[in-house]
């Protein structure tokens, strides 16, 4: 089986912010993604829009649409209207992306770190779950490699799970024993889902060395890839750039 990659245009998005035109294009860099290869995009709008804004949601949606690709929209299910963001289940709701993504991250969170805990939040996703598939939504929840709460997963109706693969990316830095060990427990939670009936994506941290190992996990359906894939971009890509005013300054 084959996995997708999903490119997360948060870090475009931010870069974007930092000025007050529209450079760089968060559609113009969308279709670039998607003429490279990706299968499908990814947007991560939160509460206070540093980064992915509530009126990027429409235009990129548009985008997958007329691209024929999956968009997925990844958020805190939670997360209620406040100010110009209308709340995460509106802004789905109105986008009708194919994915959506449930995140257990708080408005303060630099980034999302931790997956959720369904024997704490299980009642309260259930209606929306089913919610969101009646908008015709695939639903994955964000989901730490902890075999009982996969199992619990499953019990909420959810499509799909995104394992968490932060601890893994440190530890890959840390060497090959340290990364085979937490990619075993990866392993054991991608094999439990399947047979649950649950697919599996993952994403966070995910780069260029350590997705080689990463990419062998069994069942894998999807990653979601953004911060490295941008860094990785200055490196690919930076010195041609250089070059290029470079050439026009003599």
Known sequence: MSTALSVNLNKIALLRNSRTDNNPDLIEFAELALE???AGLTAHPRPDQRHIRASDIPLLATCALKNKVE???EGNPFCQAEGSYPGFLSLVEAARPAQCTLVPDTNSQLTS??????KQDSERLKPIIT?????GCRVSLFMD???EQIKLAAETGADRIELYTGPYAEAFKQGDPAAQAVFQQHKEAALTAHKLGLGINAGHDLNLKNLVLYAQLPHLAEVSIG????ADALHLGFSQAVKAYAQLCI
């Not at 770190?113 to 369904?118: P, Q, T």
């Not at 919610?131 to 908008?135: D, T």
């Not at 911060?227 to 941008?230: D, R």
């Open 131 to 135: 919610q969101l598939q009646s908008w």
């Open 36 to 38: 490279a290869g990706a």
């Open 145 to 147: 490699p902890d075999v």
């Open 71 to 73: 968009f997925n929209i």
């Open 113 to 118: 770190d931790h997956g959720f805990n369904l």
């Open 227 to 230: 911060h490295a894939l941008t």
